[in-house]
């Protein structure tokens, strides 16, 4: 439940909210939007940007899934807030646990852009789509998700583990390390990439990850004030989309990095999720649909998750976890 605040409170106080950001460059392009959208919105307020590192941005020499997940990068932003050094944090939704430390909730979603993956192809390449890369053409994604969906259509590909930031990924690209990237289509458009995507890849092939394409605000659950603030962002059709989906993740206990893929649908006030979860050779799959009312968005997000986990899903996610736990 959002706790609400007084509209003369919130307008007319004269405390400067902080707001905590990583210090990527694709964080701090979400985190200034969001400052700049609350002063259009509240313009006698003060809203300061505080950058901090997470450790997901000082390990960049180690795949993901051997490293753990679980708050890799807001960790250090949510002790920001609970310390009370900064008031709320800006995340990509997709990189925010399902379940936030004692104190603190998810105050805010904003609209969501396009959560769809994206290829990102060398120059050799430009004529090229995933359908036809030649054998054996090397694809560079850190994303367990990406990785299990793509190998169950396309197995003749060489998959390849890429971290740093946007910029370094992209880098490695084109100087010939990798003939193709996967990327989130969203965070291109946002650092205004949009050039650089060669094809955005239909559902049919690659489910998002949970959250993908829209900001999470993230803040103590007993700040009425910034709460009351928040409202002022928060995009409702996305909210209930990303809460039947982070529901589907918490059920079936799995962080950023196992390979589960969603995709929903609003139609007026009915929402359709789809979940799969897979194998990392991509040979097994299991996959579902649930249509019901936005309302009750995180019971259908449950509901679909005890679906998968009845067809085989929870021995997919155990086997991947005493895999990764042995690597």
Not at 82 to 99: C, G, M, Q, W, Y
Not at 173 to 193: C, F, K, N, P, T
Not at 298 to 317: K, M, S, V
Request: hydrophobic share 40%; with cysteine.
């Amino acid at each position: 439940m959002t706790l609400a605040a007084s509209p003369s409170l919130s307008q007319t106080s004269n405390r400067t909210i902080r707001i905590g950001s990583r210090k990527s460059q694709l964080a701090l392009v979400q985190t200034y939007w969001v400052q700049e959208q609350l002063q259009k919105a509240f313009p006698t307020r003060t809203f300061e940007v505080h950058t901090m590192s997470t450790h997901g941005d000082k390990i960049l020499d180690v795949a993901l899934a051997k490293i753990g997940d679980k708050g890799l990068f807001t960790k250090e932003l949510e002790v920001g807030m609970i310390n009370r050094e900064i008031d709320f944090a800006v995340h990509s939704l997709k990189d925010l646990p399902t379940r936030l430390p004692d104190g603190l909730m998810l105050g805010c979603v904003t609209e969501r852009e396009n959560p769809a993956d994206a290829l990102v192809v060398h120059e050799n390449h430009r004529d090229k789509q995933l359908d036809t890369l030649p054998e054996g053409a090397v694809i560079g994604t850190s994303s367990l998700r990406r990785l299990a969906q793509l190998r169950h259509h396309y197995p003749h590909f060489t998959f390849k583990d890429v971290r740093g930031n946007l910029n370094t990924r992209l880098a490695k690209l084109d100087s010939g390390e990798y003939d193709a990237l996967i990327l989130a289509v969203a965070g291109l458009q946002r650092l205004g990439m949009e050039d650089r995507i060669h094809q955005v890849i239909p559902a049919e092939i690659s489910l998002h990850a949970v959250g993908q394409g829209a900001l999470g605000i993230e803040c103590r659950a007993d700040d009425v004030e910034v709460l009351s603030l928040l409202k002022a962002l928060q995009h409702q059709p996305t909210a209930d989309r990303c809460y039947a989906e982070r529901a589907f993740l918490r059920e079936l206990e799995g962080g950023c990095q196992v390979p589960i893929g969603v995709n929903t649908v609003l139609e007026g006030d009915t929402l359709t999720l789809t979940g799969v979860v897979s194998s990392l050779d991509g040979l097994r799959v299991v996959k579902d649909t649930i249509t019901g009312p936005a309302t009750d968005a995180e019971r259908l997000g449950t509901e679909l998750a005890q679906t998968l986990r009845g067809q085989g899903a929870q021995e997919i996610l155990d086997e991947i976890l005493a895999t990764v736990q042995r690597s």
